[in-house]
């Protein structure tokens, strides 16, 4: 090793976990501290502007100024006491980041004087410079006008010494820019679209909630190796490394200890959570060497998402403070698991019934198979679509390869709802679906279990997955905004739910009994899901692919491609008729997808080029003249013998000049096929170009990585893999 990688190496060996000041209370007494919850609206606000606040917040009414002014002063005061001295208007533009301006409270007091000052108009609505931010062409430059907007149903909160206050954001002419605006839209939309056929079971259910819990994933590496890395510190990945001798193939690092510099990242940064209000529950080593995942307690759809994006960005900032950068690309290291963020997802009633999971009678247990049989038929005619919702340039590295989920949008129900829904299309349409060994009963002939607890029954190769009371959608990126693919996911359901409500009064209208009207009008639809988008077997077989294909399920691995899923007609006519976008809106985002993709290719092409000449040429010509100074010696001293002698070095210096020359060669191309890309000034045609680029760096990692295992160890010039993955 390098005395320079030695000194960087075996400094992050050294380190030792940082002390965590515990705080004095218990969490559940410091949970939300920075969260102007209702709590605090309580305290803070006067009775008719907390009440005002409420019926906004639950029941969408909109709040005249004077009340939002009186709500504004109320944070100041809240936010004042936890020395905040700005604010700023949280949003998500479409670049998979928040983004925050900042703005001082301060103002003149006309006295003469300063003081700290918010009202109502700079709570709800400002304007940022939206030029900057992706637009997909929706609003020329010259006309840089976006607003943001006051989202009241996510509670505004403190971040070190700046009040946040969640927004939408959208342009001068009323076309969103965000993902939280169409999230916020394709809730509504499930939770309007559920409410009438959950009235036919219960009537006094009132609303409908969508939930969301993720599961974010995230790999750890100590600062100090990855300022070493100008691939990890630019891209978020590797671009080149050999896989170490060692990594997961013990199965060594799943739910094993936590190391305990890891240990004290993981307490610190569930302090911080849990005072943003954030549930944070679980905390464990994953599959990969040096990978874990935190998930919270699920919760509404659009809290949910904020927190995870106030997780994203909080986790950087306290990993700091214990020697780590966070990774949350897809995939940071060849050969190893990538991260992804499951998305667990299930619909519930304001009386406190899952619809997703078995209920406590036949009625309820029918409940249950209705909403359970449209979400798979609304999963199976938008297959294409939820997989470009998680199509991104960082998550192709985990679509394309045998890890979950492959490109094929499948869902798998477990053994159990397989048999009972294929002996529900047997039986007669008021058999009554019983829970299976249920004391005292006599064994009905549909059954389902109570709770699904057989843990085995669980297809990790499966990108949706019934997972006992929830759906878990696997094929979320971890560097993805889940609002992606939960507005997708959301508004499908919802459109199944109102096809089926219109089929459903049919048969309703004919006089038939409530189970029996449900029966018959589900029935064509389980044929047809059980026949299509069910699938418990093995996704990462060929023969899957060619079956899929068969079953007219979208098969496409080429990210520029699946994006082109958003403007189908299928995928128009459900986005115009549930109001969440319009057609111009769906162009300008794809617009959006294809600019990001090629971006992020092309700055890991630049990167890839100046790593190989800058760095690994010239180490593996040092390395090569070493040998060549050996032969030569051998040469002086034993001229006609010397080739035998010299046979390895030899060897090598032949091996070295043909990985060179591969090298140099595919790079020079490489540069090329970007010159030409860059030319092309359609978006879609760029991105194809891109995606061709993106499959090359592949072809010019493997000639590098061969040189590693070659080249003396001490002349590699950065952190190898078993350097980087093996130290906490
Ligand atoms: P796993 O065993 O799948 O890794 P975890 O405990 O890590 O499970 O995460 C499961 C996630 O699913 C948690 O965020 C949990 O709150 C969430 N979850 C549980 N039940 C539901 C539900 N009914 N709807 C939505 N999310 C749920
Ligand atoms: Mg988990």
Not at 490 to 496: F, L, M, S, Y
Not at 502 to 524: F, H, Q, R, W, Y
């Amino acid at each position: 090793m390098s005395k320079l990688r030695f000194d960087v190496v075996q400094g992050a060996f050294k380190k030792k976990a940082v002390e965590v000041e515990a705080p004095a209370l218990r969490p559940s007494l410091y949970f939300g501290d920075l969260v102007f919850n209702r709590e605090k609206m309580r305290k803070y606000l006067d009775i008719r502007t907390y009440d005002a606040l409420i019926d906004c917040i639950d029941n969408g009414k909109p709040l005249d100024m004077e009340t939002a002014d009186k709500v504004a002063d109320g944070m100041k005061t809240w936010a004042l006491g936890h020395g905040v001295t700005h604010i700023t208007h949280w949003f998500q533009p479409l670049n998979d980041l928040t983004a925050e301006k900042h703005d001082s409270l301060l103002e003149y007091d006309q006295k003469g004087g300063m003081i700290e000052a918010f009202n109502g108009k700079s709570l709800i609505q400002q304007e940022p410079d939206a030029s900057s931010f992706p637009s997909g062409g929706l609003r020329a430059t010259f006309e840089a006008r976006g607003y943001t907007a006051w989202d009241p149903t996510s509670p505004v909160f403190i971040q070190e010494d700046t009040l946040c206050i969640p927004t939408v954001f959208f342009s001068y002419t009323g076309e969103s820019l965000d993902y939280k605006t169409p999230l916020k839209k394709a809730l509504k939309a499930v939770g309007d679209a559920a409410l009438p056929i959950c009235q036919l079971f219960d009537p006094k259910v009132r609303k409908v909630y969508s939930y969301l819990g993720w599961e974010q994933e995230y790999f750890l590496v100590d600062e100090d190796l990855f300022a070493a890395r100008p691939d990890l510190m630019l891209t978020g990945r590797t671009l080149m490394g050999h896989a170490a001798s060692k990594n997961q193939q013990l199965d060594d690092h799943y739910f094993g200890a936590i190391p305990s510099r890891v240990a004290a990242f993981m307490r610190e940064l569930e302090i911080e959570g849990h005072k943003l209000g954030i549930p944070l529950k679980t905390r464990h080593n994953e599959v990969a060497p040096n990978q874990f995942e935190l998930a919270p307690v699920y919760g509404d759809g659009n809290l949910a998402n904020d927190q995870n994006l106030m997780i994203m960005n909080t986790m950087n900032k306290v990993a700091r403070k214990h020697g780590f950068i966070v990774l949350l690309h897809e995939k940071p290291f060849d050969g190893i698991n990538g991260s992804g963020k499951h998305n667990n997802w299930s619909l519930g009633t304001d009386t406190g019934t899952p619809l997703l999971a078995p209920g406590k009678d036949a009625m309820g247990n029918l409940q249950f198979v209705t909403f359970f049989v449209n979400v798979l038929a609304a999963v199976q005619r938008h297959n294409a679509l939820l997989k470009a919702s998680i199509a991104s340039a960082t998550n192709a590295h985990r679509l394309g390869a045998n890890e979950a989920p492959p490109a094929i949008v499948s869902a798998f129900l477990g053994r159990a709802m397989t048999e009972a829904l294929h002996k529900l299309l047997d039986c007669p349409s008021d058999t009554p679906i019983e829970i299976a060994g249920k004391t005292g009963k006599s064994i009905g002939i549909v059954e389902i279990p109570q709770v699904f607890i057989d843990n085995t029954d669980r297809n990790r190769t499966s990108p949706f997955a019934f997972t006992g009371n929830r759906f878990e959608f696997r094929a979320v990126g971890s560097s993805a905004n889940c609002a992606g693919a939960m507005t997708v996911l959301n508004a499908a359901v919802a459109e199944q739910l109102l096809l089926f409500k219109k089929d459903l009064d049919k048969e309703l209208s004919t006089g038939k009994d409530l189970n029996i009207a449900v029966m018959d009008t589900l029935k064509p639809i389980i044929r047809e899901i059980l026949d299509v988008i069910c699938f418990d077997g093995n996704g990462y077989t060929p023969e899957w692919q060619r079956e899929a294909a068969r079953r007219g399920l979208d098969t496409e691995t080429s990210v520029p491609e699946m994006i082109k899923a958003f403007t189908e007609p299928s995928s128009v006519r459900l986005f115009t008729s549930l109001g969440i976008h319009t057609r111009k809106e769906l162009e300008a985002r794809n617009e959006i997808k294809w600019e990001i993709y090629s971006k992020k290719i092309q700055i890991e092409a630049r990167v890839m080029g100046r790593m190989a000449i800058n760095h690994i040429i010239p180490a593996a010509l040092t390395y090569q003249n070493l040998l060549l100074k050996n032969v030569s010696v051998m040469k002086d001293i034993d001229p006609d013998g010397y080739r035998s002698q010299a046979a390895v070095p030899l060897e090598l210096i032949g091996r070295i000049s043909t990985l060179v020359s591969d090298i140099r060669t595919k790079v020079e191309a490489m540069v090329e096929a970007r010159k030409k890309a860059n030319a092309l000034q359609d978006e879609y045609e760029k991105a194809r170009a891109y995606h061709a680029i993106a499959e090359s760096l592949n072809t010019i990692r493997k000639p590098i990585d061969k040189l590693e295992e070659i080249v003396d160890d001490n002349l590699w010039p950065m952190p190898k893999y078993r350097e980087l993955l093996f130290i906490n």
